[in-house]
């Protein structure tokens, strides 16, 4: 019989009910923008703001309207602008060179290695090029970020972390988001905090800070914030920064906070279904697993696999095979964009470099995400169903090992 999965991809475990009776709270009393506070009262943002600060360890917490309002105002409060060059890692999602654009700067794209990350050898060689390396934990890999950031303080390199995937997840005990001088978070419906739309900032560097408060359009009420700066730091970047109105308003933290509290479970659960996942997967011909170092304590919300130097008609036939049993697969090898997954060649308003190694790792490159509806069961399903679909096409060389 041949097995097909039911389930949908897309969809999200629902809002914990105590982030919907606050957020109801909130609807109920009507005051909803973040300054927008009864004598006495410490607004939902704010609160989110110090209890992400406490969860990170970092000085100050920011939040925001989206992961790239908190990147594109993270660069621009670190002083890049029009003309800047800023590193970034080729396999990314859009909304990172997209944050590089937005502040007229240019992205330069540093290649990729085989267990998706950052290619250091690559970075050391361009880290001339640039004073600020915007990091993507693409996925949620991390790279040897001992190694990244003795080759950044090194080169006076001051890296941004772009932890979309990676809430949640450290290097060697550090919270990822912590290494460089800020980190950016997303808490859009997919990533691992969900309130549709959403972003946090964090970081120890005061006035760098400040400066991201008063960009996040805080006008001149940033002493409503929770984990800010002090006054005088204010003072002195005031005149001087723009306000780029990308607040997060108060129906959206309320949504958020018991999302926090319960996030160390919740990377429980995924790192359940990812290990499934990647025990079904374990020995099919032609496929490759990314290896996950011992460093990495990683959340498990995607799985992502290799079909190394497939012909591209195979690895469609896969993506298919698979489609066609109900498994939505998501490539980085396809010449045009489509939906949420674009390459760097498809991002032609900044200079497309040549990257080869990158361009073999994405012509292979398949995704897929694992959300918390799945089932441990569910996920066994899938990967019998890819392992078959895989196996069925893997080249004859794999076959005859
Ligand atoms: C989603 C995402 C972002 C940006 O988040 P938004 O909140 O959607 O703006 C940044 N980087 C990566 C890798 C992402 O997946």
Redesign the pocket.
């Known amino acids: 019989m041949t097995e097909r999965f039911t389930g949908s991809f897309t969809q999200q475990e629902p809002i914990p009910e105590e982030g919907i009776a606050a957020a109801l709270e909130v609807m109920r009393h009507g005051r909803l923008h973040r300054y927008n506070t009864a004598p006495g009262e410490v607004a939902e943002a704010a609160r989110l703001e110090e209890e992400f600060a406490a969860l990170t360890g970092a000085k100050y917490c920011l939040a925001l309207a989206?992961?790239?309002?908190a990147?594109a105002i993270a660069l621009r409060a670190l002083g890049v602008g029009p003309g800047d060059k800023v590193l970034t890692n080729a396999f990314?999602?859009a909304?990172?060179p997209g944050a590089i654009a937005a502040v007229g700067a240019e992205p330069v794209y540093v290649e990729v290695t085989e267990a998706l990350v950052i290619d250091l050898d690559d970075l050391a060689a361009k880290l001339a090029q640039a004073q600020v390396l915007l990091l993507?934990h693409?996925r949620g890999h991390l790279c040897d970020m001992d190694r990244l950031m003795r080759l950044c303080d090194g080169a006076g390199v001051t890296v941004i972390e772009?932890c979309?995937?990676t809430m949640g997840a450290a290097w060697n005990g550090v919270p990822s988001g912590r290494h460089g001088g800020m980190g950016c978070y997303?808490?859009?419906t997919y990533?691992h905090i969900n309130s549709g739309?959403?972003?946090l900032l964090i970081s120890d560097d005061a006035e760098a800070m400040a400066r991201a408060v008063i960009l996040s359009g805080s006008y001149m009420l940033y002493e409503r914030h929770g984990a800010a700066p002090a006054r005088e730091v204010f003072e002195r970047v005031k005149y001087l920064t723009p306000n780029m109105s990308s607040r997060v308003d108060n129906l959206r933290a309320a949504l958020l906070r018991p999302q926090l509290k319960a996030l160390p479970e919740q990377v429980v659960r995924w790192n359940a279904r990812y290990r499934a996942m990647e025990a079904g997967l374990a020995g099919v011909p032609g496929l490759t697993l990314i290896p996950r170092p011992g460093q990495e304590s990683y959340v498990g919300s995607s799985i992502q696999f290799l079909l190394l130097d497939w012909p591209p008609d195979a690895v469609q036939g896969v993506i298919a095979g698979c489609a066609g049993r109900g498994v939505e697969l998501k490539w980085f090898g396809g010449a045009e964009p489509h939906g949420f997954t674009s390459r760097y060649d498809s991002w032609r308003y900044a200079p497309v470099p040549s990257l080869p190694r990158t361009d073999r790792v994405l012509a292979g490159l398949l995704d897929m995400r694992l959300p918390l509806t799945f089932s441990l069961d569910d996920c066994a399903l899938i990967a019998r169903i890819l392992a078959e679909e895989v196996a069925a096409r893997a080249p004859a060389r794999d076959a005859a090992e």
Not at 66 to 69: D, E, I, K, V
């Open positions: 989206s992961g790239g309002a990147m990314t999602l909304p990172v993507s693409m772009d979309a995937h997303s808490a859009q990533k739309e959403g972003g």
